[in-house]
């Protein structure tokens, strides 16, 4: 069986897996149709031109191209609209994350998902055999109740990054009134909290909620809504904190500890993967990153082949994360651009990424009486 893919958005960080899946060279799969209103100025769009038609709209393409598979990667705001009208038209969907920036689109796309063979949400670990592995032993009891987890990213950003695509960016809504709630941890360090929830779903397709959140957000660049959050929640029992800020000089790349009964979860080890250390001996699940950009969309081939595998990560799964933006809604923006420092083009407080690291370590909120001192200005 050929399975025929589409994709709706082929600009920006969407060129990695398609030059990933396209090098593969596989003679199972044909590329049908793309629609992207600035196709001409992706990477690929060449590339893309020579294989297939570039549709004016989606419409066109389910009717032209008849896809069985669309994968989508675009902005946030387009996200659930693009789902239901591909499911309308039975067409398995792979939609890069996060599944939408609204929480009030989370009952129709669970209606909408049992229309076709399937919707998947693009969260990259979840489809890794290293997070599918560990998630099994977990699930199995291996590592028996989790206590406490905690994550933290530090990756500077510049202004660029804050002003492009079509200006969607750090915005709450789009220009046209979609909720997008774009921010650090909607977007950028969106799989590392969604690994967090994922993680503890008691299935292999189902993610834990987060409960009882507390926020601290602050604002660094000029943006709608933050750039920077330190986030203490419960999930499944266990003590959970989140930390990342594009507002820093330093970077820290994803980084986690999850502490069981039995033992503790840490990323990266000396390799540069996931090990679990226990009293008597350790594992070594390997990098959740080693099987490609593009597995999550052979894995949906697969699917779509043999019809028997699991949806690893749909519209349930996914869900738990925009729960959780929502829940950070609730709390208030510190906009503390007064006394951010810029260089070249990079906006931020100048310790910031310190304080975040000391949290970390003593598994707090970030003090605001510390981040005063800090800034020597009052907030």
């Given at each position: ?19 990933a899946l396209l090098a593969r060279k596989r003679n199972d799969i044909s590329i049908v149709g793309a629609v992207d209103p ?342």
């Open positions: 069986m050929i399975i025929r893919i589409a994709f709706i958005g082929i600009g920006g960080f969407a060129a990695v897996p398609i030059r600035y196709s001409e100025a992706s990477p690929i769009f060449q590339t893309i031109k020579g294989l297939c038609p570039i549709y004016e709209n989606e419409e066109l393409l389910y009717q032209r191209a008849r896809p069985h598979l669309v994968v989508i990667s675009t902005p946030i705001g387009f996200h659930a609209e693009q789902i239901r009208r591909a499911v309308s038209h039975r067409v398995s969907v792979l939609c890069e994350k996060p599944l939408t920036g609204d929480i009030a689109d989370l009952p129709e796309l669970l209606s909408a998902e049992r229309k076709a063979p399937f919707v998947s949400v693009g969260y990259q670990w979840s489809y890794s055999s290293t997070i599918q592995t560990l998630k099994t032993d977990i699930i199995n009891g291996k590592f028996g109740r989790p206590i406490r987890m905690k994550t933290i990213i530090l990756w500077p950003r510049n202004k660029k990054y804050f002003n492009r695509s079509t200006g969607w960016a750090g915005k709450r809504f789009d220009k046209d009134g979609r909720k997008i709630s774009d921010s650090v941890v909607n977007n950028a360090t969106a799989h590392y909290l969604h690994n967090m929830l994922y993680l503890l779903g008691d299935k292999r397709h189902t993610a834990a909620r987060a409960e009882k959140v507390r926020a601290i957000l602050l604002r660094v660049n000029d943006i709608e809504t933050f750039d920077t959050v330190t986030a203490c929640f419960r999930v499944k029992g266990a003590r959970a904190l989140f930390i990342a800020s594009h507002a820093v000089k330093k970077t820290v790349d994803p980084t986690f500890e999850y502490t069981f009964e039995k033992g503790k979860v840490i990323y990266p080890d000396k390799e540069g993967g996931i090990r679990a250390i226990f009293e008597n001996e350790e594992i070594t699940y390997g990098n959740p990153f080693a099987e490609g950009a593009d597995h999550k969309i052979i894995y949906c081939i697969e699917r779509l082949k043999e019809g028997r595998l699991p949806n690893l990560c749909g519209v349930a799964a996914a869900s738990e994360q925009v729960k959780f933006i929502d829940a950070l809604e609730k709390f208030p923006v510190t906009s503390v651009t007064d006394f951010a420092k810029e260089e070249n083009e990079y906006v931020y407080v100048d310790g910031l990424d310190d304080l975040l690291e000391e949290c970390y370590q003593k598994f707090s909120l970030l003090e605001w009486t510390r981040l005063k001192r800090l800034s020597g200005s009052s907030l």
